[in-house]
């Protein structure tokens, strides 16, 4: 088993991104192009099958045995096709049979991104050693992944544990997703930036708007933005607290730009929690930033397929 290796790839909106990865998550090939999100389907494809073809020209592609394929969603794994919201040119796209096409029919693994970021997390990440974990992407939107029970829990179509369309407000705004209130409506990216314009906050004199900017005016003491990550915290916390609730998760793993924002989040973020996260089985419940870099995607896909290739038996997997 530790001679064998994976592919996997890590399908966003910007790039395509594939490696060669052995059982210890080691990244030993890698390949990437731009992800030409609007084109035709089968632009993108093609992108995708350069990236195959740098893989499988590769020596060590002879001890490849399955392929991970962790995509921006929504995904179907039932199905094999994916939908990113993202790549128009893609709908009910059969991403799973063109990738077995190109890499000599070996079996093939697709999971949604924030699943796929889960399981990189719970390998060798925050959530290490935790059975039972929400791990959570904060940044242009929110997604995020189960573990449970010690394994991965995709679901039956790979988008189990994405958070971000969780309604925390009932009567809220209108979220693009076609629901109201949701955590991402409130906690994205976007959103923390979107309110602390409307509330007054004026970026300095780069322009930068972004939440990395309301952050660092956090940070610095504005009120606008203080109170515009404490609103983006309590949104998290009540979402948190919702599925501690639900399936008795004990952490909560917070990665993404937003993640980074430290404790300008995290700490309004733990005072939030314990108001909503009330019931005595769910108070010890703890939140921790991500620790895996951006080559999370990558190694939650490749953990994955080493899933699949061991008959699901890989530990911490
Ligand atoms: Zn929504």
Redesign the pocket.
């Known amino acids: 088993m530790h001679t064998d290796l994976v592919a996997a790839l890590d399908i966003g909106g910007t790039k395509i991104a594939g490696a060669l990865v052995d059982g210890d998550g080691r990244l030993l090939v890698r390949a990437q192009r731009a992800t030409p999100a609007r084109e035709d389907g089968d632009t993108v494809m093609r992108a995708v099958e350069e990236v195959l073809g740098e893989l499988t020209a590769a020596p060590l592609w002879a001890r490849v045995r399955a392929v991970g394929i962790g995509s921006a969603g929504p995904v179907d794994a039932s199905a094999g096709t994916v939908s990113p919201v993202n790549v128009p040119g893609w709908r009910g796209y059969p991403l799973v049979a063109r990738v077995r096409a190109a890499t000599g029919h070996l079996p093939v693994e697709l999971i949604g991104d924030g699943v796929a970021i889960t399981a990189a997390e719970h390998w060798q990440g925050a959530a290490r050693g935790h059975d039972n974990a929400l791990c959570m992407v904060v940044s242009t939107g929110v997604g995020g992944g189960l573990v449970l029970g010690g394994r991965l829990h995709p679901g039956p179509t790979g988008n189990a544990g994405h958070i971000?369309?969780i309604s925390v407000d009932l009567d809220g705004d209108p979220?693009?997703?076609g629901?109201r209130g949701?955590v991402?409506?409130i906690a994205s990216g976007p959103n923390i930036a979107r309110r602390a314009l409307e509330g007054g906050w004026r970026p300095g004199p780069d322009g930068d708007t972004s939440a990395a900017a309301v952050a660092a005016a956090a940070r610095a003491g504005d009120p606008v933005a203080v109170a515009s990550f404490e609103r983006a915290a309590q949104a998290l916390a009540a979402g948190i607290a919702a599925t501690a609730t639900l399936v008795e998760i004990d952490i909560a793993v917070i990665g993404g730009g937003v993640g980074k924002a430290g404790e300008v989040l995290f700490a309004p973020l733990r005072r939030a929690l314990t108001r909503y996260a009330t019931l005595s089985f769910v108070q010890r419940l703890t939140v921790a930033p991500a620790r895996m870099g951006t080559d999370a995607g990558l190694v939650g896909a490749a953990a994955a397929a080493l899933s699949r290739a061991a008959g699901a038996t890989v530990a911490g997997v």
């Open positions: 971000g369309h979220c693009p997703c629901a949701c991402e409506r």
